[in-house]
């Protein structure tokens, strides 16, 4: 995103180092560039050519029209920006002795001008267009503000779930057209309810902008939380639209397409929780060994069926506590602004996730860790080196468990499945393989009874199937705010 950077890339060097050393703090603590980014993006594009003629059903005479003005726009809209940038250049003799914040107020002033002429270039381009259309294209003209609002509000989420579409997840999920077709009442009813709430939302960012900057501008911290906090409320009202659609959605399709829809969306809307996920990967890996025994294949499948069990449940308060704190974090980023300046160091809460999340995560990267070294237990050497991210040996290939192979080294590994390259040989032998005189347990549960002294396997993020609640759970609930 575009930060307060860009600006100050626009002022002499010694000016952006006086912007910079002042906006730092506080685009840490409002966790965002005060709508400054806004001024820098068009509002439209030529590929939104694409939404005008799917919602408008613009005629083969209007498309070339419409693409016109859209390159009329952006011509404007770029001569108006140029002119911003040149009256900021201008700021190059007359601020050299001024303070930050005098500094920051002078640059507020032909940005905050550009600011409304570029609405008054988006409302003429609007009005150009209803120009051109009949008065059937006009009564869709509703439906196409709808749809350039999930276009372009919809992804400016922070929250989970908040950016969610559900209209595309239904295409992404494969739903027919001909069941689309019949639940087309309720996806109405979301798409009207989502569309309030990003006006909603939108009316109260922009409301709130000035009182975000005079906040920056002065350091005001404790003003600049009040207004954050506002700001983090409307986002609430959009995940709750989102979670509220999602389980009207999932209730009026057939529970099979249900299913997949619903997983679907939950993957999107929460990817820390049900994201890509390095034991399932692992276990079909092991399960597409062409030489295992029924006894092998067998063992497998019972680990496999234990930790998907335990899995799915703490998917679900993983992403309860997402709900829970992540509406917080204006009241985080306001507790290390002040802890910066009272001099203290940062406290492990403040740097990183909640506590509460770090400890679920942690749990679900064991049992990942427990899952993994039971089946690596069921498997021969020769075996195990055939699995991704393991290699064998030089030397003798029949040594045994404990040191008859090693994890193939690789940096940067998000999946866990690797090693750190700086580590020992032993380390690796140990990272790979649970001890070798521990047999394999009939279940998960046994697993626990006599864990290998490995580092644990990180980013164990669940993805995929069994990684979210199973078939036949009913939709997460919607959470009063």
Request: hydrophobic share 35%; glycine share 6%.
């Amino acid at each position: 995103m575009l930060r307060l950077a860009r600006v100050v890339s626009l002022v002499p060097k010694v000016t952006a180092v006086a912007v910079a050393l002042l906006a730092a703090p506080a685009l840490a603590q409002f966790g965002g560039d005060a709508g400054l980014a806004n001024a820098f993006r068009q509002d439209f594009y030529r590929r939104d050519l694409t939404i005008f003629n799917q919602v408008l059903q613009l005629e083969d005479w209007q498309r070339p029209i419409i693409e016109v003005l859209l390159d009329d726009y952006a011509a404007s809209f770029e001569t108006g920006l140029a002119a911003m940038r040149e009256s900021i250049g201008k700021l190059r003799g007359e601020v050299a002795g001024d303070d930050g914040r005098q500094i920051m107020e002078r640059m507020m002033i032909p940005l905050e001008a550009w600011e409304r002429e570029k609405v008054v270039l988006r409302d003429q381009f609007l009005a150009d267009v209803q120009t051109q259309l009949s008065p059937a294209q006009i009564d869709r003209w509703s439906a196409l503000e709808r749809a350039l609002r999930r276009e372009k509000d919809l992804p400016q989420g922070e929250l989970s779930g908040e950016s969610l579409d559900l209209v595309s997840v239904l295409r992404q999920a494969q739903v027919p057209t001909s069941i689309v077709e019949e639940i087309a009442p309720v996806v109405r009813e979301y798409e009207i309810a989502l569309d309030q709430a990003l006006v909603t939302r939108e009316a109260k960012i922009s409301s709130l902008q000035p009182l975000v900057r005079q906040a920056m501008t002065s350091m005001d911290f404790e003003r600049g939380l009040q207004v954050m906090q506002q700001i983090m409320a409307a986002r609430v009202e959009v995940r709750t639209v989102q979670e509220a659609g999602l389980a009207s959605i999932t209730t009026a399709l057939p529970p099979d397409l249900a299913q997949r829809f619903r997983d679907e969306a939950l993957e999107q809307a929460f990817p820390k929780v049900y994201g890509p996920n390095a034991t399932i990967a692992f276990i079909d890996a092991a399960k597409q060994l062409e030489d295992l025994s029924p006894e092998q294949r067998e063992g497998i499948e019972t680990i496999e069926r234990d930790y998907l069990s335990q899995l799915a449940g703490m998917n679900d308060r993983l992403r309860d506590l997402y709900r829970t704190e992540e509406p917080n974090e204006p009241r985080r980023r306001f507790e290390r602004v002040m802890r910066r300046q009272r001099g203290e160091a940062p406290s492990r809460e403040a740097v990183g996730e909640p506590e509460s999340i770090r400890t679920l995560r942690g749990e679900r990267e064991n049992i990942g860790r427990l899952a993994r070294e039971a089946i690596l237990a069921l498997l021969t050497p020769d075996q195990v080196s055939r699995l991704p991210g393991f290699s064998k040996p030089e030397g003798d290939p029949e040594k045994d468990a404990s040191g008859g192979f090693q994890q193939t080294p690789q940096s940067n590994d998000p999946e866990g499945l690797g090693s750190d390259s700086t580590m020992t040989d032993e380390e690796r032998r140990r990272q790979a393989l649970s001890p070798k005189d521990r047999s394999p347990p009939p279940s998960l549960g046994g697993v626990g009874a006599k864990q290998a002294d490995s580092d644990r396997i990180r980013n164990d993020s669940p993805r995929g199937r069994g990684s979210r609640p199973g078939a036949g759970q009913s939709p997460p609930p919607v959470h009063a705010e």
